[in-house]
C-alpha cells in the first residue's frame, strides 16, 4: 500500500508540512458550480462505476423548514385564539387607517393585487406546462390545492374569532376587477405552497421572481384590507406546512455530487483516477467512494453534502428537545469545515496510536444547482464494516484490538461520538479500524467518552451477545471505566442507528422466548431489554451494585405529571370549588350507612377495568401487577380528558411486559371499543325498561372540524397510495403495525376465556358505578327507582365523555343533576347526590390512584 502524504494541492515539500484543511472561498471557486467552469469534467478518463441514481430524496432540510413553519404557525394562531380581543382592536384600528388613503389609489392597487392573484398561477402553471415538465405541475397542484383547502379550513374555524365585527363594513366601496372578497387569504396558503414545491427546482432566477411576485401581491393586499396582519401570517405559514409536507412525501432533488463531479475534485487534488466506484449512495448518511490511481493505490473516499450537515442539524435539535444537555456544541457551519474537522480527528487519533486509516486529503466538491460539498479521502484498508460480520465470525482478536484503540482515545479524551459497529472496519489481519470521526469531539468530557463506551457495548451485544462484549470490554478498558458507563447504557444516550438495532434485537428476543405461540405467560416489567441486559452484565463483571440509569431526559413523568396536575388546578378544580362548601354540607345531612356501603365501588370497578384488560390480550398477564397499574390508570384518566392518560399507561404497561406495539395498540383500541359498547348498550336497557320517551338533541356547531377530518384523512390516503414513499412506508411500517392489532383482536375473540373476560369487565364497570350512584342518591333521601336512577347515568356519562375535560368534571355533574330533577328528585337533593358520588368516585380517586402510579412506577410495571 502507498504511503500517502497530508497535502492540499499546489503544496510542495519545501514549504513544510501541509495540513490538509478546507482552502479558501476562491478555491472553493476554481472547482466550479455550473457549465461555465473549467473542472465540469473530469480531468482523468477514469472509469466510473455508480449505483442506480435516485431521482428523489426526502431531504432534512424540508423536515427543518416544516418545524420552523410549524412553531411561526402555532404562534401566530395562539395570539389569535388567546389574545383574540387585543388583535380585533389593534386590527380593527388598521384598517380604520386604511380607509384614510385615497380612494383612487386603493381601487388601484386592489386591481393591482387581484391581477397578480390570477395571473401568478395561472402563468406559471402553464410555463410548467409548456415546458413539459408534468410531473412537478402535478405536484404543485396537488399542493395548491392542499394549502388552499386547508387555508380556508383554518380561517374560518381559528382566526375568525379575531376578525374585527366592522371588517366587512369598512371594505364596502372598494373596487376592483372582481369583488371585494377576492382573493381570499386562503389564496394565500395555496400560493405559498406550491412556491414551496417547485422552488427546489427551478433556476435561482425563477425562485427570487416568484418569491417577489407573491409577497407584493400579499403586501398589497394587506395595504388595502383584503388581508388581516395575523391571518397573512398565519396563511404563508401554513403553506410552507403544507408545501412542506408535500415535498417529504413525493422527496424533493438531491444536491450531492454527482460521481464525475468527486472524480474532477480528486483530480484537482492530483490523483490520477484509474477506477471511481461508488459503494454507498448516501440515502440516509454520506455518499462513499472506492478510488483507485493509475499507480495501484486505492482511497476511500466520503463525500459530503449540505444534506448531511441538515441532517446534523435536525438530529442535534432532536437531542436538545429531549435530552437535558446533549452537548452536541461542535457544528460546522459548512461542509467543507465539517471534512475539516473529521480529518483533524482522524490525523489526532491516528498519533495518538488509535488504529485509524491514514488520512490523505480534504477538499471541496462541486454539487447540483449550485451547492456545495467536500470529500475526505484516506488509505483504504479493505477489510467490511464489523456490522456485516457474522457474529461467529468475530473473533477475539478483533474485540482486543478494538478496544485497545478505543482504551487509547479514552486516555487522550477523544471522544468519537459515533461509536458502533457501522464504523468499524475489520481487515483480513482481524485488525479492527475506527472510522466515521466526523463528530469526534478533541478535549472531550467524561460523559461524551462514557457514552462512547456505552454505544459501543450495546451495539457489540447486538452483534455477539451481551456477554462476550462485556468482559471483552472490561480486559481492554478495566473494571472502573465499564462502572463509570453503566449508567449511560440507555437508549437515549445512543445514536438512532443503535436504537434501532437493539430494538429489533429485543423483538427477537422476544419472539424467540415466545416461541411462535399467541399465548403465552407474561412478566409484568420483563420485555426484552439489551440495554438492561448490559448494565446488569457489566454489574455482574465488575463486582458492583447495579447503577441507576443516569437522568439524560428533559421530559420525565414527574415533570409531565407537574405540568398536567398544575393545568388541572388552574382550569379545572379551581371552579369546583365553588361546591366543596356544598358537598361539605350534603355528607352532613347525608346517611353514611348508605355511603360506606358506595365506598367499595372505587376498589371493585377497577376490578372490572383489571378483567378487561386481562381479556383483550391474547397473551397471560398475572392480576396485581395488572390491577395496580389500572387503579394508575384512574387516577391518569381524572387529569387527562377522554381517558387518554389511561390508554397510555395500558399501553406502555403492556409494551413493557414485551408485548409488540401493533399488539399493544390492539388491545387499548378493543378496551375502549367494549367500554363505550357497553355503556351504549346498557343505557339503550336500562331506557328502554323505564317506559320512558327520551329524546336527545345533538348540535354540531363546529362543522368544519368534520371537513377537516374528512380533508385529513383523503390526503393521508393520497400520499400512501400515490407517492412511492408512501407506499413503502405503509408496506413496510403502517400495514405490519395493522396486522398485528388485527391478529390480536382475532386471537381474543377466538378464545371463551378471554370473551369472558371482556364481556364481565366491559358490563361489570359501568354496573358497578351505577351501583355507587343509586347508593349515593337514597344517601340523600332520593326515592327513585334503580332502574331509572341508571339511565340517568348512563346517558349522562355518555353525553359527558364527549366533553373534552379531564374525568367529565362539569359535565358529568351538570348532566346527572338534570336527569335526577328532570324525573321528580328535588335539584337541592340531586346536587347533593352527586357531590357526594362524585366525591367518591372521583376525589378519592386521586390520590389513591397516584399511590398505585409511583407503586408500579417503582416496581418497574410502567
Not at 98 to 103: D, G, N
Not at 674 to 696: E, Q
Not at 711 to 720: C, E, P, S, T, Y
Request: aromatic letters at 8%; a positive charge.
Amino acid at each position: 500500500m502507498p504511503s500517502w502524504k497530508l497535502s492540499v494541492p499546489g503544496r510542495t515539500p519545501a514549504t513544510g508540512p501541509a495540513p490538509a484543511v478546507v482552502p479558501s472561498d476562491a478555491a472553493v471557486d476554481n472547482v466550479g458550480y455550473d457549465g461555465a467552469h473549467a473542472h465540469d469534467e473530469p480531468q482523468t478518463r477514469a472509469v466510473i462505476e455508480a449505483l442506480p441514481a435516485s431521482p428523489r430524496v426526502r431531504r432534512a432540510s424540508d423536515a427543518l423548514l416544516l418545524l420552523a413553519a410549524l412553531a411561526v404557525l402555532v404562534g401566530a394562531q395562539l395570539l389569535a385564539g388567546l389574545a383574540h380581543v387585543g388583535v380585533r382592536v389593534t386590527e380593527h384600528a388598521f384598517l380604520e387607517s386604511i380607509v384614510t388613503l385615497p380612494a383612487a389609489l386603493r381601487d388601484w392597487l386592489s386591481a393591482l393585487a387581484q391581477l397578480a392573484a390570477v395571473l401568478f398561477p395561472v402563468g406559471f402553471i402553464a410555463a410548467l406546462v409548456g415546458g413539459r415538465r408534468f410531473s412537478l405541475t402535478a405536484r404543485a397542484l396537488l399542493a395548491a390545492l392542499a394549502g388552499t383547502s386547508a387555508g380556508v379550513l383554518v380561517s374560518r374555524v381559528f382566526l375568525a374569532p379575531s376578525h374585527p365585527a366592522t371588517w366587512a363594513h369598512l371594505l364596502v366601496g372598494r373596487g376592483g376587477v372582481f369583488a371585494v372578497t377576492f382573493p381570499p387569504v386562503a389564496w394565500l396558503s395555496g400560493a405559498i405552497a406550491m412556491l414551496t414545491v417547485v422552488t427546489p427546482e427551478v433556476s435561482r432566477r425563477w425562485r427570487v421572481a416568484l418569491w417577489w411576485v407573491a409577497a407584493a401581491a400579499s403586501l398589497l393586499e394587506v395595504v388595502v384590507g383584503g388581508f388581516l396582519p395575523i391571518d397573512t401570517v398565519v396563511a404563508a405559514a401554513l403553506g410552507v406546512c403544507v408545501g412542506c409536507v408535500v415535498l417529504l412525501a413525493f422527496g424533493g432533488p438531491t444536491s450531492r455530487p454527482t460521481p464525475e463531479q468527486v472524480a474532477a475534485a480528486l483530480g484537482d487534488c492530483g490523483f490520477e483516477l484509474s477506477v471511481l466506484k461508488e459503494t454507498a449512495k448516501g440515502a440516509s448518511g454520506p455518499a462513499m467512494f472506492t478510488a483507485t490511481t493509475a499507480d495501484g493505490g486505492t482511497l476511500s473516499v466520503k463525500v459530503l453534502a449540505t444534506e448531511d450537515r441538515d441532517r446534523d442539524r435536525l438530529t442535534r435539535l432532536y437531542r436538545w428537545l429531549l435530552m437535558r444537555d446533549p452537548e452536541d456544541d461542535r457544528a460546522g457551519p459548512t461542509v467543507e469545515s465539517a471534512a475539516e474537522h473529521e480529518m483533524l480527528a482522524m490525523v489526532t487519533a491516528a498519533r495518538a496510536g488509535a488504529r485509524v486509516p491514514e488520512p490523505v486529503v480534504a477538499y471541496p466538491v462541486a454539487g447540483r444547482r449550485g451547492s456545495r460539498g467536500a470529500l475526505v479521502a484516506w488509505a483504504d484498508v479493505g477489510g467490511r464494516s464489523l456490522g456485516a460480520v457474522e457474529p461467529e465470525a468475530v473473533s477475539d482478536t478483533v474485540l482486543a484490538d478494538l478496544w485497545r484503540s478505543v482504551a487509547v482515545l479514552q486516555k487522550h479524551k477523544l471522544a468519537h461520538r459515533l461509536l458502533r459497529t457501522d464504523n468499524i472496519l475489520v481487515d483480513n489481519n482481524d485488525q479492527a479500524w475506527l472510522v466515521g470521526l466526523s463528530l469526534g469531539e478533541l478535549g472531550a468530557t467524561a460523559r461524551q467518552l462514557d457514552i462512547d463506551i456505552a454505544e459501543l457495548l450495546v451495539s457489540l451485544s447486538v452483534q455477539v451477545g451481551v456477554g462476550r462484549a462485556v468482559s471483552s470490554a472490561v480486559a481492554g478498558l478495566g473494571a472502573p471505566a465499564m462502572e463509570r458507563a453503566e449508567p449511560y447504557v440507555q437508549p437515549l444516550a445512543v445514536s438512532g442507528s443503535t436504537r434501532g438495532k437493539a430494538r429489533a434485537f429485543d423483538r427477537a428476543t422476544a419472539s424467540e422466548a415466545g416461541g411462535g405461540r399467541a399465548q403465552h405467560v407474561l412478566r409484568p416489567g420483563g420485555r426484552a431489554d439489551v440495554f438492561r441486559d448490559v448494565r446488569a452484565e457489566v454489574a455482574t463483571a465488575t463486582g458492583t451494585p447495579p447503577a441507576r440509569p443516569e437522568q439524560l431526559s428533559r421530559f420525565t413523568w414527574k415533570r409531565l405529571l407537574a405540568l398536567l396536575g398544575a393545568f388541572v388546578v388552574i382550569y379545572v378544580v379551581l371552579p369546583q370549588l365553588a361546591n366543596f362548601g356544598a358537598a361539605l354540607r350534603a355528607l352532613e345531612n347525608a346517611d353514611w350507612w348508605w355511603i360506606l356501603a358506595a365506598l367499595p365501588a372505587v376498589f371493585v370497578a377497577e376490578t372490572f377495568s383489571t378483567l378487561l384488560q386481562l381479556g383483550a390480550i391474547p397473551a397471560e398477564l398475572p392480576f396485581r401487577p395488572t390491577y395496580t397499574v389500572q387503579f394508575g390508570g384512574a387516577f391518569l384518566n381524572k387529569v387527562t380528558p377522554s381517558g387518554v392518560g389511561g390508554m397510555a399507561l395500558s399501553f406502555r404497561y403492556l409494551q413493557k411486559a414485551g408485548v409488540d406495539s401493533g399488539a399493544a395498540t390492539g388491545s387499548v383500541g378493543l378496551q375502549a371499543i367494549v367500554t363505550t359498547g357497553a355503556s351504549i348498550v346498557l343505557a339503550a336497557a336500562f331506557l328502554a325498561a323505564t317506559g320512558r320517551k327520551t329524546s336527545a338533541h345533538f348540535s354540531l356547531q363546529g362543522h368544519e372540524w368534520v371537513f377537516l377530518v374528512i380533508a385529513g384523512v383523503l390526503i393521508a390516503l393520497a400520499l400512501f397510495c400515490l407517492t412511492p414513499p408512501g407506499r413503502r412506508l405503509f408496506r413496510e411500517k403502517v400495514w405490519g403495525f395493522l396486522r398485528s392489532a388485527g391478529n390480536t383482536v382475532a386471537a381474543v375473540a377466538k378464545s371463551p376465556r378471554h370473551v369472558s373476560l371482556i364481556s364481565a369487565g366491559g358490563l361489570g364497570w359501568p354496573m358497578t358505578e351505577v351501583v355507587a350512584f343509586a347508593l349515593c342518591v337514597h344517601a340523600v333521601g332520593g326515592t327513585l327507582p334503580f332502574v331509572q336512577v341508571a339511565a340517568i347515568y348512563l346517558g349522562g356519562n355518555l353525553v359527558a365523555s364527549i366533553a373534552p375535560v379531564p374525568g367529565g368534571l362539569g359535565a358529568l355533574e351538570a348532566a346527572l343533576v338534570a336527569g335526577l330533577s328532570g324525573l321528580g328528585m328535588p335539584v337541592g337533593a340531586a346536587a347533593s347526590a352527586v357531590l357526594v358520588y362524585r366525591l367518591l368516585t372521583f376525589w378519592l380517586t386521586i390520590p389513591l390512584g397516584w399511590v398505585a402510579l409511583k407503586l408500579a412506577e417503582r416496581r418497574g410495571y410502567v
